[in-house]
């Protein structure tokens, strides 16, 4: 046995450093990642501490939630720009009655020169602010863990530095421990100017070709993808994308370098979060045997939305981020031709200030077809799932999406584009799937309009004139297992191989 592998009966010790956890802080899926998988890596029997910023965002979240901070007694100093930063850390007791609350241990470093402030990101020295925030994680792990880590989890460009810090100054601290990175998507990079070397404290040796150097400008992704001693990404499609020039983000070259110590470990939901037959957030429960209360959800969405409730057209649903990625652009193009279909669409998301004035705009022209609802309202995108009949989902790139995972939980039939985690879990309702019994969804190649329209128009003959295969399709999903077990255990897994 190496000698940094744990023994038999000593469990691994992970750290797991992000910059999002819900119901803390998220703006999308990583938060919602570190919310469920450390939780199913303590069922793995893994021993995890979460470590997030303090935001101001998050001070107000737990207060709202009547969770508690507890003073851990942690505490670190760091230097930066001459200046020294004190940074406290503080254990997140959540109200035992939240069901949202990871019960893993959290704990969140309470910085307010550098978080203090309102939003997550983009305040113009996120530099300084997560490359803190990372030193301050290493320098309490023993504390926060109740022994050295085995394992440091870090996600996406906020944390990816924690790799190049155990390479680099941390390594005569913890030699024995080894960092994972995951990566969530690759368009974030993390991208600074070369100066923000003395802000991140790291040599300039690391900045070269191999590590941090990209096209003049310095990347923290690239470097915790050089330095780390295993990268996974959030489904196996996209890890095999990542390596190509369409999706690689002018880092293909990279990953195709490291290619051997990268995995693509599909996310999980929470699937007692996610359960149509307790979910505390809808009016009506249902399953995947009887669907009753999902035709009475659905009816209450369309009296809230001032809709027909009694007609019997399709109502499809959007529960997305208004950018460019999530392709709603085609979405808006496609509206006039969902209301001549008799289609109600509502939509519920924000984004950029373009893209919902269109919605807004088309919301006008096609009232009697369509809603849109500019919010992140948690409560109603649970009633969204469970009352649409169809969710679209038309990614240009997808590293691997939950919509999808929510839509089919809840019996709402996914309609995707076949890129990343949403190529791994929608299995197109062509004849042979509906024969084999794994048909769940409608997916399309092309990024277009076209490519759209043509997946709605195999839903809609499917809703219109094959009932049963329809219900089929809805059941399939709705039994799918997407719970975190089995993601858990390839995590735990991959922890294990970095070890030996």
Known sequence: MAHNDPEPEQPLRVLYVAAECTPWCSTGGLGEVTQALPQALQHAGVKVAVC?????DARNKILQRGAQLQDTGASASVWLGGHRIDSRWYRIVPAASDPMASRAPTFACDCPPLFDRDGLYGHGDDEARFSTFCRAALSCATQLLGGHPHIVHAHDWHTALLPLYLASGYRQFLPHTRAVLSIHNLAYQGLFAPSALATIGVGAEWFNTDVLEFYGALNLMKGGIATANAVTTVSPRYAWEIQTAEFGERLEGVLRRHAGKLTGILNGIDMDLWDPQTDPQLPYHFSADDLAGKAANRRHLLQLARMDPDDPHPV???VSRLVAQKGFDLV????????????????LGRGSEAMERQFHELERWHWPH???????DMAMSHLLYAAGDAVLVPS?????????LYGMRYGTVPIVRAVGGLRDTVVHAH?????????????????????????????LDAFY???????????????????????AEQYVAVYRRVLR
């Open 396 to 404: 240009r790139w997808e590293p691997c999406g939950l919509t999808q």
């Open 52 to 56: 997030i910023p303090l935001y101001r």
């Open 370 to 376: 369509f809603r849109f609802h500019p919010h992140h």
């Open 465 to 487: 004139d094959a009932p049963d295969a329809w219900r089929a399709i809805q059941q399939n999903g709705m039994r799918r297992d997407s719970a975190w077990r089995s993601a």
């Open 431 to 459: 004849g042979h799937a509906l024969a084999q019994g794994t048909a769940n969804g409608f997916t399309f190649e092309h990024d277009s309009v076209a490519g759209l329209q043509w997946a709605i128009d195999r839903a």
């Open 332 to 347: 808006a193009e496609l509206i006039p031709y969902l209301a001549s279909r008799s289609v109600r669409f509502i939509l």
């Open 316 to 318: 499809f649903v959007g």
